[in-house]
């Protein structure tokens, strides 16, 4: 930056960009699981994501300790939006899903056409850390997604 | 608290706008309200100005009211800005009924007013995106299909447990089109038929285009006053304020089927504080930002049991000649949804009512009408909810 040398020719490479910071732990490799990172309520054992200092269920302050979310849930509901918003391709799914042992969250789907009958209420489904879009500049922003749990466990 | 009255109305038209300013919008919502009550601009002691989107959408994102109300021929008295999502301007109606009530003041002002079209759409969808969680919006929503699928609406739970078709919900659309066709101030005026709304383009099932409401310019405008006051400027038919009910989203376990929704909380709170019942509304004016929602409305307001809002659709209860109207005015979705504007509109819709000066659209005797006004998405559910009743 401060020797410029003018014009680069090269375009700036693609980079990766966190939808948001303290949103979910990212896998480093083999043996190091991706999960969200939600708290749990020390006094009453309420489970929030993303993560609260305040627990909205008893209400007591400071008793939320930051845990890894499990990474399986069940789908509450989910329908294909045929719009989207800027960065997001149409047709997606959008989803409610029921975090085991834990909250009812919002979140895109992965790893299925974006049909009406591409999944059913209470399906299992797991959680991926993957690009949900492109930026302004071409950055993919990397978030959560859950994709149903492949026939016979392990994807 | 004192009785309070609705002693003037006015509206700007809803409808796409793109060689007016905010600023013109207001101005002749204010001034036909301040006609209406038979006032001028010193006559005003107080004014509550609701806006959404203007800090977006125009850059004006402080003291937008100070600068309308300037332009419109106001100074010195006290302006407060109110932002709400699209309950803002329910939410300012609030304020300056609470200025009289309490005794503060005499005379109040509440303002709704909204610009949404420029010759720059994305700008304006990104800006109603704002109107969420902001770090929710990042995630990917789509308001439509977020609104389908959201523990608050959860629309084919809903449809598969009271056998309710695509079909109940266009008929929501029709009749509003119907009645919107007959309202000068409503953006889409054309009427519409059931065929037209199911088969128009699918946004996120079981929504189709036609089933949800369309951003839009406009502006509407309420005065309250004692009713003392107003027998000096105005001798219409006094529309006294019963209640103006105000609740935030709230916290609920995922498993938690009991607690009721926030429009019956809100809804209840509003009865109660009237000594009225659902049975005693005689007009209302909902939050219909999809089709679907005038449904659930019906239920969460008791103007039905749970589940039967389709008998009320389907036998035409609803209609403009039905035994319990619901928005004569078109709703949003054929007057437009205009989001900082929408509740005043709602408000001034009941007031002609009530008075009878509804022309075409007029319903029969009115002599209680109650609007229902909900803005914004906060973890899951509306982030805001009101319910004002209105007596003759």
Same mark, same amino acid.
């Given at each position: ?118 999944? !059913? ?35 | ?8 109305v ?36 107080v ?43 329910t ?15 005499? !005379? ?17 969808l ?49 009749k ?75 916290f ?10 926030s ?20 007009v ?61 509109a709602?408000i ?12 075409p ?15 914004? !998405? ?9 319910t ?5």
């Open positions: 930056m401060a020797n410029g040398t003018g014009n680069s020719p090269t375009p700036p490479a693609t980079k990766e960009v966190m939808v948001l910071e303290g949103l979910f732990h990212r896998s480093s490799g083999p043996g190091d699981k991706a999960y969200l990172i939600g708290s749990t309520c020390s006094a009453c054992g309420y489970v929030a994501f993303p993560k609260r200092v305040v627990c909205p269920a008893c209400v007591r302050e400071n008793t939320m300790k930051e845990t890894p979310l499990s990474t399986r849930a069940k789908v509450f509901s989910f329908t294909v939006a045929r719009v989207a918003p800027p960065g997001f391709t149409a047709p997606y799914l959008q989803s409610w899903v029921d975090v085991e042992k834990g909250p009812r969250i919002f979140s895109l789907i992965a790893g299925v056409e974006p049909t009406d009958d591409a999944l !059913v209420e209470g399906q299992d489904v797991e959680l991926v850390i993957e690009k949900i879009r492109t930026d302004e500049v071409g950055n993919d922003i990397i978030g959560y997604k859950f994709r149903p749990v492949s026939k016979g466990g392990k994807s | 608290m004192r009785d309070v009255v609705v002693v003037g006015g509206m700007h038209p809803f409808g796409k706008f793109l060689d007016k300013s905010l600023k013109e919008l207001a101005r002749t919502a204010i001034w036909n309200a301040l006609k209406d009550a038979g006032m001028g601009p010193k006559d005003i002691q004014a509550y100005i609701g806006n959404s989107l203007a800090g977006l959408i125009t850059g004006q994102e402080g003291v937008r009211g100070q600068t309308v109300m300037r332009d419109s021929g106001f100074s010195g008295i006290p302006v407060i800005n109110v932002e709400n999502a699209c309950a803002s301007a939410t300012a109606f609030r304020g300056a009924w609470l200025e009289v009530a309490s005794g503060n003041a005499d !005379v109040a002002l509440a303002v709704g007013m909204e610009k949404m079209f420029l010759n720059d759409t994305s700008k304006s990104q800006a109603l995106i704002a109107d969420s969680e902001v770090e929710l919006a990042k995630m990917g929503i789509q308001f439509t299909a977020y609104y389908a699928i959201s523990p608050e609406y959860n629309l084919k739970k809903y449809m598969k447990d009271y056998n309710v078709t695509q079909e109940h919900f266009a008929k929501v659309t029709v509003n089109s119907q009645n919107g066709s007959l309202n000068p101030y409503a953006q889409h005026r054309k009427p519409l038929t059931v065929q037209d709304v199911v088969n128009s383009r699918m946004i996120a099932y079981p929504l189709t285009l036609y089933m949800c409401s369309s951003m839009g310019d406009g502006a509407a405008a309420a005065i309250v006053c004692t009713p003392e006051v107003a027998r000096r400027f105005s001798s219409k038919p006094q529309v006294h304020v019963a209640a103006c009910a105000l609740r935030s989203g709230m609920r376990r995922p498993d938690d089927t009991e607690t009721p929704s429009v019956s909380l809100v809804s209840r709170q509003a009865y109660e504080k009237a000594g009225i019942g659902p049975e005693d509304v005689d209302a004016e909902v939050h219909d930002a999809m089709a679907p929602a005038e449904l659930l409305i019906y239920e969460e307001l008791g103007f039905c049991k749970k589940g039967e809002a389709k008998r009320l659709i389907d036998e035409g209860v609803t209609s403009l000649h039905g035994a319990k109207p619901v928005n004569p005015s078109g709703g949003l979705a054929a007057k437009g949804h205009p989001v900082g504007a929408t509740g005043l709602q001034s819709e009941i007031v002609w009512q009530l008075r009878g000066e509804a022309g659209r007029q319903v029969a005797n009115p002599k209680v009408g109650l609007t229902e006004n909900v803005g914004g !998405v906060v973890d899951g559910e509306s982030a805001a909810f009101t004002t009743i209105l007596k003759r």
